[in-house]
Each structure stands twice: as structure tokens, then as C-alpha cells.
């Protein structure tokens, strides 16, 4: 078995982009019932401007168009910028019938998302929002049913089997504050067909640690692996990529454990008998850039040596730690998903440096038998 990958196609951004100019970051992707992809990603001065805004597409990948799509956080946002969006991640419960989920932020005057002493947040709340027409229009938008007194970061919703729709969510803590719960990664899910998300299942992991960016996959059977890019609060560096199970959609999770990959986002994708491939962002290396690999014992080890190049460019951030502000300038790519296509292919969707600013682009990425 061996990988292959067809050319970028960009979706959001211009090809070159002039030093100041606005870019994107935090992009998510859903594939749609007529074949579609809707794509989102928030549009920012960098990664850590609290003021930020989310543009959206579709893709029709038979003719590679890129569609304009109305903004699902736009009923959300104050023109004098109190109320800003942050990550958006939009699911389809059914033929056109549409779901948002995202972070309303109130930086309150702050120039970085993230304080640079105690890497705690700006003030952020999950919304969402919802459209009846395939996202031509948006209902007003509501708060998230369940509520932490700490920060929750989500990813996109998703169906697992038994009519499960769920999130994994990224805990914070705020500005000038500790946590106030230990924490917890967790999965965030509604039991009545998407109403309402109002119950979480708790995922084990070692204390002063932070399961990041969680990236799930499912099997022919519906179970879910999901990897976490792990983060020790202590240091404040990277950890190595854990992953836990759930055998019953998402109700419950095994406890997190590393698997032999250090890099800090990994998205993984379920093939069949026990081979897997998946995406990683290498940044803390002598050849930085977006791979591809394949394992062939469920996401266990990776083979790095024969990785697929998607998007190799040079990347030095200045320190470890993925909250410091002063990174921003140098990363040239980042925050990649997989988002299944077929059983043997999958959507990769990530930003990247374009000149001046950065964009959105997409490749298909797809296990080839030898």
C-alpha cells in the first residue's frame, strides 16, 4: 500500500498575498450529502488576533469551483469588534439541514488571544447556529446547552453510530485565571438528534496535561479512534500524539496513551485490517512541513521514513509552546484535518503561508494498493 496525493487547490486567500494583509486560520471542512465540500475558516492578522471574523465556501470537486457561502457567525458579531468568532466547524444533520458551532470571543481590549505570561484565553462562549436551506441562511444563533466554567475549544460535529452527534472539546482557562475544573478532555454529544447538546463523556488522561486539537476516525463498525496532540501544562511543551477509543459512539473512552509519533497535530483514518493513515504537521525538525503516513497496526507506529511530502516548508517558531504569541510570524502551515471522501480517500484541509498572509487549501489524499 503506498499514497498519493493530487495537487493544492487554494479555497480561501489569494495565490499571493502582500505583507499586512488579512489571512486565514483554524479552517474545518464537511462533506456533503450532493457530494460537496463546505468549508470555513476564520479570517485574522494571525493566529493569536482575538478579532477575527469566519468566512465560508463550498467546493464542488468534480469542477474544482469554489462557491461563496454566507457566514454562519455573522448574526453573532458587534461591529465595534467586543464580540469577535473564533474557530466555526459546520455539520450537516441532514440533506440541508445544517449545523454551526463556534467560539463567540469578548477580547475586552486585549491584542492576543492568549495571554503572554499565563497563556490563559480571552473570554470565549460556543454558539450555535443553525440553517434550513444549506447554509444560504443562518437562524439567531444560541448558546451551547452544556456549560463549563472553564473554556471549551471545539472541533467538528459528527455523527458515530446509534444517532450520537458529538464534539471533542479542548479545555482552557482564562486570562488571569487557573482552571476552575481539572482538565478534562471530553466529548460533548446530544441524544436527540443534534436539539440539543447537553451531555459530555469524560476522557482519562495524566494530570497537568492537555488533550489538543482532537482528530477522530471511525471504522466499518462504528468504533472511534480518536488521536490528541498532547501538551504538558508544566513545561509547556508538545508531548507525544495519545489516542483513545470509544466502542459505544462516544458514550465512554478508553484512557489516552501514547502512540510512537511526536508531532502536533495528527489526523488519522481508518483503512481496513489494521492499516491507517494520517496527516502531521512537523514544525520542531530540520524538514518542517505537512506529511502524510501510513501504519499498519491500527495507529499504533508510523512509518515517518517513507512520509509524503504535502506541504514542505521551512517553519522555526521560536519556542515549544504553541500559546506563546511570538510564534506567530513564523509558522508557514498548520491546523490540518482529514475528512473522509470514500473508504480510501480523504480531504486534507489545512492553512499555509502565501507571501504576505496566509490561506486555505485542499488535496485529496488516498491509499493506493501497491
Same mark, same amino acid.
Given at each position: 500500500?503506498?499514497?498519493?496525493?493530487?495537487?493544492?487547490?487554494?479555497?480561501?486567500?489569494?495565490?499571493?498575498?502582500?505583507?499586512?494583509?488579512?489571512?486565514?486560520?483554524?479552517?474545518?471542512?464537511?462533506?456533503?450529502?450532493?457530494?460537496?465540500?463546505?468549508?470555513?475558516?476564520?479570517?485574522?492578522?494571525?493566529? @493569536?488576533?482575538?478579532?477575527?471574523?469566519?468566512?465560508?465556501?463550498?467546493?464542488?470537486?468534480?469542477?474544482?469551483?469554489?462557491?461563496?457561502?454566507?457566514?454562519?457567525?455573522? *448574526?453573532?458579531?458587534?461591529?465595534?469588534?467586543? *464580540?469577535?468568532?473564533?474557530?466555526?466547524?459546520?455539520?450537516?444533520?441532514?440533506?440541508?439541514?445544517?449545523?454551526?458551532?463556534?467560539?463567540?470571543?469578548?477580547?475586552?481590549?486585549?491584542?492576543?488571544?492568549? /495571554?503572554?505570561?499565563?497563556? !490563559?484565553?480571552?473570554?470565549?462562549?460556543?454558539?450555535?447556529?443553525?440553517?434550513?436551506? !444549506?447554509?444560504?441562511?443562518?437562524?439567531?444563533?444560541?448558546?451551547?446547552?452544556?456549560?463549563?466554567?472553564?473554556?471549551?475549544?471545539?472541533?467538528?460535529?459528527?455523527?458515530?453510530?446509534?444517532?450520537?452527534?458529538?464534539?471533542?472539546?479542548?479545555?482552557? @482557562?482564562?486570562?488571569?485565571?487557573?482552571?476552575?475544573?481539572?482538565?478534562?478532555?471530553? &466529548?460533548?454529544?446530544?441524544?436527540?438528534?443534534?436539539?440539543?447538546?447537553?451531555?459530555?463523556?469524560?476522557?482519562?488522561?495524566?494530570?497537568?496535561?492537555?488533550?489538543?486539537?482532537?482528530?477522530?476516525?471511525?471504522?466499518?463498525?462504528?468504533?472511534?479512534?480518536?488521536?490528541?496532540?498532547?501538551?504538558?501544562?508544566?513545561?509547556?511543551?508538545?508531548?507525544?500524539?495519545?489516542?483513545?477509543?470509544?466502542?459505544?459512539?462516544?458514550?465512554?473512552?478508553?484512557?489516552?496513551?501514547?502512540?510512537?509519533?511526536?508531532?502536533?497535530?495528527?489526523?488519522?483514518?481508518?483503512?481496513? @485490517?489494521?492499516?491507517?493513515?494520517?496527516?502531521?504537521?512537523?514544525?520542531?525538525?530540520?524538514?518542517?512541513?505537512?506529511?502524510?503516513?501510513?501504519?499498519? /497496526?491500527?495507529? *499504533?507506529?508510523?512509518?515517518?521514513?517513507?512520509?509524503?511530502?504535502? &506541504?514542505?516548508?521551512?517553519?522555526?517558531?521560536?519556542?515549544? @509552546?504553541? &500559546?506563546? #504569541?511570538?510564534?506567530?510570524?513564523?509558522?508557514?502551515?498548520?491546523? #490540518?484535518?482529514?475528512?473522509?471522501?470514500?473508504?480510501?480517500?480523504?480531504?486534507?484541509? &489545512?492553512?499555509?503561508?502565501?507571501?504576505?498572509?496566509?490561506?486555505?487549501?485542499?488535496?485529496?489524499?488516498?491509499?493506493?494498493?501497491?
Amino acid at each position: 500500500m503506498h499514497l498519493t496525493v493530487s495537487p493544492l487547490k487554494r479555497v480561501l486567500g489569494p495565490e499571493t498575498a502582500a505583507p499586512g494583509e488579512a489571512g486565514y486560520h483554524f479552517p474545518g471542512a464537511c462533506l456533503l450529502s450532493d457530494g460537496s465540500v463546505y468549508i470555513c475558516a476564520r479570517r485574522d492578522r494571525g493566529m @493569536n488576533d482575538p478579532y477575527g471574523v469566519t468566512e465560508a465556501v463550498r467546493w464542488l470537486p468534480e469542477t474544482d469551483a469554489v462557491i461563496p457561502m454566507p457566514s454562519p457567525t455573522a *448574526r453573532d458579531l458587534d461591529p465595534d469588534g467586543r *464580540r469577535t468568532a473564533y474557530s466555526c466547524y459546520v455539520s450537516e444533520l441532514s440533506p440541508g439541514e445544517f449545523i454551526a458551532l463556534y467560539g463567540i470571543m469578548e477580547p475586552e481590549g486585549r491584542s492576543t488571544v492568549f /495571554d503572554e505570561k499565563t497563556y !490563559g484565553m480571552c473570554r470565549t462562549t460556543l454558539r450555535i447556529s443553525r440553517s434550513h436551506d !444549506g447554509g444560504k441562511t443562518w437562524e439567531a444563533p444560541e448558546d451551547l446547552a452544556y456549560q463549563t466554567p472553564d473554556i471549551m475549544i471545539p472541533s467538528r460535529i459528527f455523527h458515530t453510530r446509534d444517532g450520537i452527534w458529538g464534539f471533542h472539546a479542548e479545555m482552557h @482557562n482564562h486570562w488571569e485565571q487557573d482552571y476552575v475544573e481539572p482538565v478534562q478532555a471530553r &466529548f460533548v454529544y446530544s441524544a436527540d438528534g443534534g436539539r440539543s447538546f447537553d451531555r459530555a463523556s469524560f476522557i482519562p488522561h495524566p494530570a497537568d496535561f492537555l488533550a489538543g486539537d482532537a482528530r477522530p476516525t471511525a471504522d466499518a463498525e462504528g468504533n472511534l479512534m480518536s488521536f490528541f496532540w498532547g501538551f504538558d501544562l508544566r513545561t509547556m511543551k508538545d508531548l507525544a500524539i495519545y489516542r483513545s477509543f470509544s466502542r459505544d459512539g462516544g458514550l465512554s473512552w478508553s484512557p489516552v496513551e501514547p502512540i510512537e509519533l511526536k508531532k502536533q497535530i495528527t489526523s488519522p483514518f481508518l483503512l481496513e @485490517n489494521g492499516a491507517c493513515m494520517c496527516i502531521y504537521q512537523e514544525r520542531f525538525s530540520d524538514r518542517p512541513g505537512l506529511y502524510a503516513a501510513l501504519s499498519m /497496526d491500527g495507529g *499504533r507506529t508510523w512509518d515517518e521514513e517513507h512520509a509524503l511530502g504535502i &506541504f514542505v516548508k521551512g517553519s522555526a517558531p521560536r519556542s515549544e @509552546n504553541a &500559546f506563546d #504569541s511570538g510564534n506567530d510570524e513564523a509558522y508557514t502551515f498548520g491546523y #490540518s484535518t482529514l475528512t473522509r471522501l470514500s473508504p480510501r480517500s480523504a480531504l486534507v484541509t &489545512f492553512w499555509h503561508a502565501n507571501g504576505g498572509a496566509t490561506a486555505v487549501s485542499v488535496c485529496r489524499l488516498t491509499a493506493e494498493p501497491d
